[in-house]
């Protein structure tokens, strides 16, 4: 099975300045998908950006940008201008491209906790 | 706007009772998914369903069973609850065609077990 792995349990921004989410991860497959999600405090999960391995450009939505390294396996979240609201637990996840047996169900790793202060 | 739907936000039940959490989608979406969801441990996938009437283990099967009788509704059931059962349950759902596949999440259930 397909392994993921944020090493920071915790990260701490000001407001306004930037932060970046670490992922890594673990495949032998060439062809998968890549995923953030935000889960602010009792609120529902929430995409906020995706990557197809296929595509070597990264992933941009609006404050949110990613910088996947194939070779590297890592699949990093730079949030710009940090908001209030970015506050929330961030999970990186994992899904194969060819497994139709599993569902198409993700590997998630064990969240990143951002807190962002005033 | 893809809507998953919980049948309660939060639960409490006691040791050795029958547990039916509900998970409704109205997207038409094949893929059905529970998960668990507890502190430091991400979430865990405890069962999937791609069809009707289809089912698959995850990786913390163990005490736990599904039903798919329609195609828009996935439950899961805990047969005989135990305290080492309560968790947040999560219940996503996501199409197999159509890039590029990301799941949606209901709002979640907190069972507590006592």
């Known amino acids: 099975a397909q392994t993921v792995t944020q090493s920071q349990p915790e990260m701490s921004v000001q407001e306004a300045e930037t932060v970046t989410l670490s992922c890594t991860y673990d495949?032998?497959?060439?062809?998968?998908?890549l995923f953030w999600y935000k889960q602010p405090p009792s609120r529902q999960m929430i995409l906020v950006i995706r990557?197809?391995?296929?595509?070597?450009q990264n992933a941009t939505e609006n404050r949110f940008s990613v910088n996947f390294q194939k070779a590297a396996k890592s699949f990093s979240l730079k949030i710009s201008d940090s908001q209030l609201g970015d506050a929330a637990m961030y999970f990186c996840a994992y899904r194969s491209a060819r497994d139709s047996n599993s569902g198409y169900a993700l590997n998630f790793g064990k969240g990143t906790s951002l807190l962002v202060t005033p | 706007d893809v809507k998953v739907t919980q049948s309660s936000r939060y639960l409490v039940k006691r040791t050795g009772e029958k547990v039916f959490l509900e998970c409704v989608q109205d997207m038409d979406h094949e893929n059905m998914f529970w998960y668990r969801q507890d502190p430091g441990l991400g979430l865990r996938l405890i069962y999937f369903s791609y069809d009707v009437k289809m089912k698959e283990k995850g990786d913390i099967p163990e005490g736990y069973s599904v039903s798919r009788e329609k195609k828009e509704r996935f439950s899961l059931i805990l047969e005989s609850a135990s305290t080492n059962q309560t968790s947040m349950y999560l219940c996503?759902?996501?199409?197999?065609?159509?890039?590029?596949?990301?799941?949606?999440f209901g709002p979640g259930t907190r069972l507590t077990v006592t």
């Open positions: 495949t032998s497959e060439s062809d998968y998908y």
């Open positions: 990557q197809e391995a296929y595509k070597q």
């Open positions: 996503a759902s996501s199409p197999t065609s159509g890039s590029p596949y990301e799941q949606y």
